[in-house]
């Protein structure tokens, strides 16, 4: 465990107008992994361009165990930093590329030939030393980039997209190697993602940025599970959003009223307040039954009718319309099993557990939602 | 996310403000007062007074509309000549090899008068084919006048004209041949699919025509011509001294008709220039069976066609007597070793000038591809074109404004006029050439994206260091590209040579051969020197070719740089 631990406090940036980052604080632990993640353009990159060093922010400040590091030269920071592109020098061979930053700090050319070796032989690389980065594949390129950035032996890992360039297969190969090798080496590690999927299956922590700032931040399970605000629950993969009106029926009680699902009651221990409202739900937290099941009334029962289907191997997705509006079913497929013809009536039902309520007209950097 | 860094820095904005010294000292200011004084009298108060002979003397109305009509029929007949080699090629998906591709750019590193004392050499009366075609007329183009010019203009320029064609249209070449193997037919496909396409291409191919046509000087003057402009302006330049208003006019008056030329060409040349950077390199598609042999052929042809029209200037470099035999009586070297142990000087001059040129093309482009790059978008374009269309300054007029401007300038330290050094010479040639050296630049610094310099600086190393390891190894192939055509555009810009050489003993290459074949004894050793010099361009090419397959990024460079507006990326 290298014990550094990071924090950001206000930071805010711009190229101009509008701002990139605002208001951006967190607080990293030592050794942990941290994703960022959050749609295209959203300023996750920025972020990490920040605590790099490599763009000054507007206001705020970064401090690495406490320092503020905002005036420390980026070359003193001791930072490795992996990029999108990789950025492996293309005249260098691969010993070249992950020796060029040990070689510059007076170290004896044994030393230096040790340390790479080590870093290599680590992230199974060394066969390829004296290759041209042109001449590996994109797994072993991301391989030395790691090594380069690792070799300095660093006080903090930066990793911008780095699996954005690697087929599926390779991807998850090489995040279960990141996740290893960062936990064998407990360097505190910061990973920008657009891929919600790489950021939940490695990271400890992520925070979610969207337009600048940061909507929400939690462990994987509890940011996949309780979305604060539409825009996260968007980007953790909530398809169905259902326009209504919620009122209190009793203390603990409320009634979700929709003119496409008609009335909906379920128990809620938090009372949002009432008025419009969204209800979400994930597309495989809904199952679908023939029109005249048993209605189980753990469940809450909407009545639709199959518009299309898309058999997609592990799972059959449905559009199912309700009144005006169509949510989108996942079931899982079952062996020789069809699909559900187009135009069948339906019955969905859910779980109300699984259904989260925002306030209709959330603005963006409002968050709550209620389960 | 916008562009990494945009802004300039304390350094760079010092860099700018030597890049704005530079442009106002060498362009803006020597142009700015030519053209005043063209307009001005004595006091400095507007008079028409120099218009006014100008339009008086039938002379120079006739100067100017010869000049408009050489260039323009030099460039339509260089086009008439390479479109159907074009749709040929394209009809049979014949991409150059890479290295017709780069000759094809050679016409912007020879001098076009080599080529007219070649043919003048081989169709005169005492030429070897002027001997057989005597029967039929003389075929001397210095007996045609100025139809003999624009011919002579049009074969220099057609392998350029015909490159950026193929360039513009090759693209879709593979799609042309499929839609007609689905029914379309290719009389439909050209008119509707080559012609649009290749507008662009055929648009840049004339303008450059047109404008090195109506710049030259060694053309005419080796033809015998005298009624063109660039001619007149250098005859008054040379009876009247540098601050004669009607040079000045004459100057301005080409300095015009080459920026509406290029402004019509640009027009053109912004719908298509994408097409360029998707070309293939033409190294993909190998050819097999009656494509092979329609591409053998149309290459060797043109290949033995210019091999024919320099047999003149080869046969001439290495004869002792040769007059109404159709080869020489007897052979000789001594050419070659007269011109190799006589002509050292101008060898050590071109190196020096052009090499001089070159290194401040490198750093002016380097400098203003970096301002353009870091620029905002919405200046991005106006700046790229704005600096392409340098291009339209004539070598003559530049070097009028030189003489007018600088006259009674003092050099510093050495105390001599300014005008009686060869200074002035390297700085117009670097005027000359600095759009493509723009154009190799960005092309260098996109080999160079931001985040490799972030990976050294964040692994901890010297500026020093990162520099000398990772900038310069990455932008050296640009770098060097960027030097080599430099050198070699200022190596034949004889134009702006023959005007501000200040003696005969500080003449570049191309001047002394010039010089040489003006005399009845010098032809040998004049044709030995630009055989010479040919071969000395050729070499060069062919190490470029080796220097861009060897690079790991061989897309298309030289293209990439050659066109305007082109994308680099």
């Not at chain 1, 990139?20 to 361009?49: D, H, Q």
Request: glycine residues 8%; proline residues 6%.
């Amino acid at each position: 465990m290298n014990n550094v631990r990071i924090e950001a406090d206000n930071i805010a940036f711009s190229y101009g107008e509008p701002r990139v980052l605002r208001n951006i604080s967190l607080s990293i632990e030592a050794g942990e992994l941290f994703a960022v993640v959050g749609p295209s353009g959203s300023g996750k990159t920025t972020l990490l361009r920040v605590i790099a060093g490599l763009e000054q922010p507007s206001t705020g400040t970064i401090r690495i165990n406490g320092t503020n590091v905002n005036d420390i030269p980026l070359t003193q920071r001791n930072i490795g930093m992996v990029f999108q592109n990789f950025s492996l020098w293309p005249h260098m061979t691969v010993f070249e590329n992950v020796a060029f930053g040990v070689s510059e700090h007076d170290l004896h050319g044994e030393t230096v030939k040790a340390r790479v070796d080590r870093i290599l032989d680590i992230l199974d690389i060394d066969e390829t030393r004296d290759a041209r980065p042109a001449h590996l594949s994109a797994g072993q390129q991301q391989r030395v980039a790691l090594a380069r950035a690792l070799v300095t032996e660093p006080r903090l890992l930066l990793l911008d997209d780095p699996f954005s360039n690697l087929e599926y297969e390779l991807r998850v190969q090489m995040r279960h190697d990141l996740r290893l090798l960062q936990r064998k080496l407990g360097i505190t590690t910061i990973l920008v993602t657009h891929d919600l999927e790489d950021a939940l299956c490695i990271a400890d922590r992520l925070a979610v940025v969207v337009h600048g700032t940061i909507r929400q931040i939690g462990n994987p399970t509890a940011l996949y599970d309780f979305p604060n605000s539409i825009e996260v629950a968007r980007f953790v993969g909530v398809e169905n959003f259902i326009p209504g009106t919620l009122r209190h029926i009793e203390s603990q009680l409320i009634e979700f009223f929709s003119p496409d699902i008609g009335m909906l009651r379920w128990p809620m221990r938090d009372r949002p307040p009432e008025g419009p409202a969204m209800l979400s739900i994930r597309p495989h937290a809904l199952h679908i039954c023939p029109i005249d099941s048993f209605r189980d009334g753990r469940y809450s029962w909407i009545e639709g009718s199959i518009v299309t289907s898309e058999f997609l191997g592990e799972v059959v997705r449905y559009q199912v319309a309700i009144g005006n509006t169509c949510l989108s079913v996942k079931q899982p497929h079952f062996l020789g099993s069809a699909a559900t013809p187009t135009g069948t009536p339906v019955l969905l039902g859910f779980d109300p557990s699984r259904a989260r309520i925002f306030p209709a007209l959330q603005e963006s950097g409002a968050s709550a939602s209620y389960d | 996310m916008k562009p990494r860094g945009q802004g300039f820095t304390g350094k760079s904005r010092l860099m700018l403000a030597l890049l704005a010294v530079y442009l106002l000292v060498f362009f803006v200011a020597p142009v700015g007062k030519m053209f005043f004084s063209g307009v001005t009298n004595e006091e400095g108060e507007l008079a028409s007074g120099a218009l006014a002979i100008f339009l008086d003397n039938p002379l120079y109305i006739e100067s100017l509309l010869n000049s408009v009509a050489v260039a323009l029929g030099a460039s339509v007949l260089a086009a008439l000549a390479a479109l159907p080699v074009a749709i040929t090629l394209w009809r049979f998906r014949l991409q150059p090899p890479l290295i017709v591709e780069l000759f094809g750019f050679l016409p912007l590193f020879v001098p076009p008068f080599m080529l007219s004392l070649s043919l003048q050499s081989l169709l005169g009366r005492g030429g070897a084919l002027g001997m057989l075609t005597q029967p039929f007329g003389d075929l001397d183009p210095s007996l045609w006048g100025l139809s003999g010019m624009m011919v002579v203009e049009a074969i220099h320029y057609f392998p350029l004209v015909l490159m950026t064609l193929v360039l513009s249209t090759t693209a879709f070449s593979r799609q042309a041949e499929e839609a007609a193997r689905l029914g379309n037919s290719w009389p439909r496909l050209i008119t509707r699919v080559f012609l649009p396409l290749g507008l662009p291409g055929l648009a840049f191919g004339m303008a450059i025509t047109f404008l090195k046509c109506l710049d030259d000087l060694a053309t005419p003057l080796s033809l015998g011509i005298t009624n063109l402009l660039a001619p007149q302006a250098y005859f008054r330049v040379s009876t009247y001294g540098a601050q004669d208003p009607l040079s000045s006019l004459m100057a301005v008056a080409m300095i015009a008709i080459s920026v509406l030329v290029w402004l019509f060409s640009a027009g053109f040349l912004q719908h298509g220039v994408s097409h360029w950077a998707a070309a293939p390199t033409g190294r993909t598609d190998v050819l097999t069976g009656h494509r092979r042999r329609i591409g053998m052929f149309c290459f060797a042809g043109i290949a033995a066609f210019y091999l024919l029209c320099y047999s003149g200037m080869i046969l001439t470099s290495a004869a002792r007597i040769w007059s109404h035999t159709l080869l020489p009586e007897s052979w000789v070297l001594s050419h070659y070793s007269s011109a190799l142990k006589n002509e050292t000087g101008s060898f050590i001059n071109t190196l020096i000038y052009c090499g001089f040129a070159a290194v401040i093309d490198v750093l002016i482009g380097l400098v203003m591809a970096y301002a353009i790059e870091r620029s905002p978008a919405r200046w991005k374009k106006p700046l790229t074109w704005g600096a392409a269309s340098l291009l339209s300054v004539p070598g003559v007029a530049l070097a009028i404004a030189y003489l007018q401007f600088f006259q009674g300038m003092q050099l510093p330290i050495l105390g001599k006029p300014l005008d009686a050094t060869w200074f002035l010479l390297p700085m117009a040639f670097s005027i000359r050439g600095l759009p493509f050296a723009i154009r190799a630049c960005s092309f260098a610094l996109q080999n160079l994206p931001a985040s490799y310099v972030e990976a050294a600086n964040l692994s901890g190393a010297s500026r020093l260091s990162i520099v000398l390891r990772v900038i310069l190894p990455m932008m050296a192939f640009g770098l060097l590209m960027a030097f080599l055509i430099c050198f070699g555009i200022a190596a034949v810009d004889l134009s702006s040579a023959m005007l501000l050489v200040p003696s005969e003993t500080d003449a570049p290459v191309s001047y002394s051969i010039y010089l040489h074949m003006q005399t009845s004894t010098g032809r040998g050793t004049g044709s030995a020197l630009a055989i010479l010099t040919i071969g000395v361009v050729a070499l060069a090419m062919t190490a470029l070719v080796l220097l861009i397959r060897r690079n790991w990024n061989p897309a298309s460079s030289l293209r990439r740089i050659m066109l305007p507006g082109n994308p680099t990326k």
